[in-house]
């Protein structure tokens, strides 16, 4: 099973956007909320090296902001 992660924060549209395009692909998905919590944020920022959000991390694979065709191909990869 494809393991996700999906670092965002409660303002932020697009990470909104990815968690709702994860559920309607079914895709189970861990969200953690960098905004509360700044171990998991680090740990975002030393995954992508980048501190904006959403971050998602799939099986490895890390996408940077709300790119479907990024999220497809990697979910693709991982089954």
């Known amino acids: 099973m494809v ?3 999906v670092y965002s924060t409660a303002q932020c549209p697009y990470c909104t956007y990815a ?5 309607e692909k079914n895709v ?4 953690i909320d960098v905004s ?5 944020a680090q740990e975002m920022i ?4 980048q501190m904006g959000v ?5 099986d490895g694979h890390i996408v940077v902001g709300f790119d479907k065709e990024k999220i497809n191909k990697y ?3 991982s089954k």
């Open 19 to 23: 968690k709702d395009y994860l559920k």
């Open 46 to 49: 030393d995954k992508s090296g």
């Open 75 to 77: 979910l693709e990869e």
């Open 28 to 31: 189970d998905f861990e969200a």
């Open 54 to 58: 959403p971050v998602l991390d799939i």
């Open 36 to 40: 509360a919590d700044e171990k998991k």
């Open 3 to 5: 393991k996700v992660i």
